[in-house]
């Protein structure tokens, strides 16, 4: 397609024919178009427009029992199996803190919806509800297993069905307002630093002192942040896995944060990716996209809690690790290890 075409529907159906095996995020991008419109130009085909609201669907999410849940960002995938547990709405986020599929959700990210059905590479059927900003970027995907209520999804489909069954889709510009940051005082952002008796103040701690999550684990010094090689997310999984250490892995996006708490065992390489393909949890993290790696340590009334925290080119950060850990215990010893072995970089300038 040229720069300035916007393909129709109908030419994006045919190039998505043409390129059966492609990905849908990578046809999105070759075509210019947002996953969305993707999605769209096959409304009435194999898609339908419902309600993209998060709050209604967390409502009603628990009836469809055993799920896949995917939530992402350009360079991490992680897919949780499980079922909508202990769901709490809310205006501005919500939560869900089922044994498996744990969520943070912000609602207001959340713009539209679709229900989706397709068949597969053997013809067995894949019905999924997929969820996008008011820009197409996608948000959460929610997939049917075999253990799924059928009955419970086609409810949810034939009440959140909208009358606007358009195959058009024009993104919005602007989303994503990005926060105001400025230079970083380091004795003051130390000291509020040092302040902090909860993980959960850090963000606030950040919109306060209006400094970007990047900066401030860059110029907050060596006893709470040190940089390590950019290969430490493998290094570190591979050494949980070894050593039976539960962690938790933090993925998503401005409209979906997920979860995953335990084990991981089947940590494979192909490519840029490494992956994790246990059971109830996959991950899939684009390695080459990681240009900084953090050791981030924060004081909490039990005690100091360490995360390693990835960073893409852009200063996003891509994904975080912890060690597994609830409220009112201390971090893991066995955490603190593995995070001692992953390799020190040099500082870098802030």
Same mark, same amino acid.
Request: charged letters at 25%; aromatic letters at 6%; proline letters at 3%.
């Given at each position: 397609?040229?720069?300035?075409?916007?393909?129709?529907?109908?030419? *994006?159906? !045919?190039? %998505?024919?043409?390129?059966?095996?492609? =990905?849908?995020?990578?046809? @999105?991008?070759? /075509? $210019?178009?947002?996953?969305?419109?993707?999605?769209?130009?096959?409304?009435? *085909?194999? !898609?339908? %427009?419902?309600?993209?609201?998060?709050? =209604?669907?967390?409502?009603? @999410?628990?009836? /469809? $029992?055993?799920?896949?849940?995917?939530?992402?960002?350009?360079?991490?995938?992680?897919?949780?199996?499980?079922?909508?547990?202990?769901?709490?709405?809310?205006?501005?986020?919500?939560?869900? /803190? $089922?044994?498996?599929?744990?969520?943070?959700?912000?609602?207001?990210?959340?713009?539209?919806?679709?229900?989706?059905?397709?068949?597969?590479?053997?013809?067995?059927?894949?019905?999924?509800?997929?969820?996008?900003?008011?820009?197409?970027?996608?948000?959460?995907?929610?997939?049917?297993?075999?253990?799924?209520?059928?009955?419970?999804?086609?409810?949810?489909?034939?009440?959140?069905?909208?009358?606007?069954?358009?195959?058009?889709?024009?993104?919005?510009?602007?989303?994503?307002?990005?926060?105001?940051?400025?230079?970083?005082?380091?004795?003051?952002?130390?000291?509020?630093?040092?302040?902090?008796?909860?993980?959960?103040?850090?963000?606030?701690?950040?919109?306060?002192?209006?400094?970007?999550?990047?900066?401030?684990?860059?110029?907050?010094?060596?006893?709470?942040?040190?940089?390590?090689?950019?290969?430490?997310?493998?290094?570190?999984?591979?050494?949980?896995?070894?050593?039976?250490?539960?962690?938790?892995?933090?993925?998503?996006?401005?409209?979906?944060?997920?979860?995953?708490?335990?084990?991981?065992?089947?940590?494979?390489?192909?490519?840029?990716?490494?992956?994790?393909?246990?059971?109830?949890?996959?991950?899939?993290?684009?390695?080459?996209?990681?240009?900084?790696?953090?050791?981030?340590?924060?004081?909490?009334?039990?005690?100091?809690?360490?995360?390693?925290?990835?960073?893409?080119?852009?200063?996003?950060?891509?994904?975080?690790?912890?060690?597994?850990?609830?409220?009112?215990?201390?971090?893991?010893?066995?955490?603190?290890?593995?995070?001692?072995?992953?390799?020190?970089?040099?500082?870098?300038?802030?």
């Amino acid at each position: 397609m040229t720069e300035n075409h916007r393909p129709s529907p109908s030419e *994006i159906r !045919a190039y %998505r024919a043409e390129n059966p095996k492609l =990905r849908e995020r990578d046809i @999105a991008a070759q /075509l $210019g178009i947002s996953e969305a419109a993707l999605v769209a130009a096959e409304v009435g *085909i194999t !898609a339908v %427009r419902i309600d993209g609201s998060a709050n =209604r669907l967390l409502e009603r @999410a628990e009836t /469809l $029992g055993e799920v896949m849940v995917l939530t992402r960002n350009e360079s991490a995938v992680h897919e949780k199996i499980g079922i909508y547990e202990k769901v709490t709405t809310g205006k501005h986020a919500s939560i869900v /803190l $089922g044994e498996q599929i744990d969520l943070r959700i912000f609602p207001g990210a959340w713009a539209h919806g679709f229900a989706v059905t397709k068949k597969g590479e053997r013809d067995e059927v894949r019905r999924s509800l997929q969820f996008f900003d008011a820009a197409g970027n996608a948000v959460q995907k929610v997939h049917l297993r075999p253990a799924s209520n059928l009955e419970a999804y086609e409810a949810i489909v034939a009440d959140f069905r909208l009358e606007d069954q358009s195959q058009e889709f024009v993104a919005a510009a602007g989303v994503v307002d990005a926060e105001e940051t400025g230079p970083v005082d380091v004795p003051v952002l130390r000291e509020n630093w040092s302040q902090m008796t909860d993980t959960h103040q850090f963000f606030g701690m950040l919109k306060k002192l209006k400094i970007g999550r990047q900066d401030a684990v860059r110029s907050v010094g060596e006893d709470f942040a040190w940089q390590v090689d950019r290969t430490s997310t493998e290094i570190m999984m591979r050494a949980a896995a070894e050593k039976d250490t539960d962690i938790m892995c933090f993925a998503g996006n401005h409209g979906a944060i997920q979860i995953h708490t335990g084990p991981v065992k089947n940590i494979q390489a192909m490519g840029p990716w490494i992956n994790v393909m246990d059971p109830t949890f996959h991950l899939h993290l684009r390695q080459d996209h990681i240009t900084e790696c953090w050791v981030v340590r924060k004081p909490t009334k039990d005690g100091h809690v360490t995360s390693l925290e990835a960073y893409d080119a852009k200063g996003e950060m891509i994904i975080q690790f912890f060690g597994k850990r609830k409220e009112g215990m201390v971090e893991l010893a066995e955490w603190r290890d593995i995070l001692d072995i992953l390799p020190r970089n040099a500082r870098v300038a802030a």
